[in-house]
């Protein structure tokens, strides 16, 4: 049984001139700083080089907000149609390994095709105020009605490569399908080509760019220092997975699950656990809804060294997670008194934690050190 500690909070948020209340949670104390607010359901957020931030908000608008949590009153131009219904939108944005020379950014979106729609991957040069020469790369074909499971997250790992989550479009067995891109861990080059090293390359019936399956709906994505790729993927009521992810694993869906059918309670799959499948690092059951994860590397908080953050929907906190010998020894619930659901979570260079809420009026906040 896991133990949770819940560090409180003031029932206001402190701007950037006011930052007075210090929480003090097990190993930092911190203000809760908030930067902007205004943003219709915000979505994913990337740092600039001059410290300034893109953000996505689910509608389709990228937005920019300077260093000191100024909103552009204009979005950024140029961000291609998406398909905002339901769980439908524009989701993550991740600048290139290179920005500072090419000034290419990859936005991840649904969008509506023939059929039905689909999770997309454009990449396009980010100008200061507009895209310019937005190109799609990639889709995760086999659309179908339903405005759900999406996944959308982007993340480029270690070997320069991007990494997308897509969900299982609350069509189940396509998680386990070989021939079929949803409810996978996807991986392609930056002109959205499967690499020659990829795990399933050249076997017959599989699509090339799966990297891993056998996932419902990932909403989180990051490395470790070590550069190993991670996920937080969604259960249904109950058994939310943070997963280490790597080549060629089968990760349960549907088959080998700790979920239960919404309403009236039933299992979900064969068995919890089974050899050949990967079980969750950890899980959460009832469900969090785990959305956005970071690994913490920074000065800010020296506490926090080596700690995993991860957001929650339905649980509305932020947990910090401590991992040795592949299975988490202690969790931490924070901001629960805020009732928020936390979207995204990011560190930026300074190691200041970011935090985006899901919500027509979405925060930006910083958590910022402060003396015990």
């Known amino acids: 049984m896991r133990r949770l500690a819940t560090a409180c909070l003031a029932a206001f948020l402190v701007s950037p001139a006011a930052a007075q209340d210090v929480v003090t949670s097990e190993k930092a104390a911190f203000r809760v700083v908030r930067l902007a607010e205004g943003l219709e359901n915000p979505w994913s957020l990337a ?15 990228l937005r920019v907000v300077a260093p000191d949590g100024r909103l552009s009153a204009a979005p950024v131009a140029g961000v291609p149609e998406v398909f905002a219904r339901g769980q439908g939108g524009l989701f993550d944005v991740v600048l290139h390994p290179r920005f500072a020379e090419n000034r290419t950014v990859f936005l991840s979106y649904a969008a509506a095709v023939e059929g039905g729609a689909v999770t997309r991957v454009a990449r396009a040069r980010f100008d200061g105020g507009a895209l310019a020469g937005v190109q799609p790369i990639f889709d995760s074909a086999a659309p179908n009605t339903t405005a759900m499971h999406f996944g959308g997250r982007l993340a480029f790992g270690a070997d320069g490569r991007l990494y997308l989550t897509t969900g299982d479009r609350r069509d189940d067995m396509r998680s386990q399908r070989p021939d079929d891109l949803n409810g996978k861990l996807v991986r392609i080059d930056e002109n959205g080509q499967a690499p020659a090293d990829n795990p399933f390359v050249g076997r017959a019936g599989w699509r090339p760019e799966i990297y891993a399956y056998g996932l419902r709906n990932s909403q989180g994505l990051a490395v470790d220092g070590a ?4 996920a937080v993927d969604h259960g249904a009521q109950g058994g939310d997975e943070l997963n280490l992810l790597r080549a060629g694993l089968d990760y349960g869906w549907p088959v080998v699950t700790h979920s239960r059918n ?45 700690s995993v953050f991860v957001g929650a929907l339905a649980g509305r906190a932020l947990h910090r997670l401590e991992i040795a010998d592949g299975r988490v020894v202690r969790e931490e619930k924070l901001l629960a008194d805020l009732g928020q659901r936390i979207r995204d979570v990011r560190v930026d260079a300074a190691g200041r934690l970011h935090l985006l809420t899901d919500a027509r009026n979405g925060l930006l906040l910083r958590l910022e050190p402060a003396e015990r």
């Open 227 to 230: 550069g190993r790729m991670w």
């Open 47 to 61: 740092f600039l080089p001059d410290g300034a931030m893109l953000v996505t908000e689910r509608p389709g608008r």
């Open 262 to 306: 919404y309403g009236i309670g039933t299992r979900i799959g064969e068995a919890t656990t089974r050899p050949g499948v990967e079980d969750g690092i950890t899980l959460w059951t009832p469900s969090i809804a785990p959305s956005g994860l970071a690994f913490y590397r920074g000065a800010a908080f020296p506490g926090w060294a080596g």
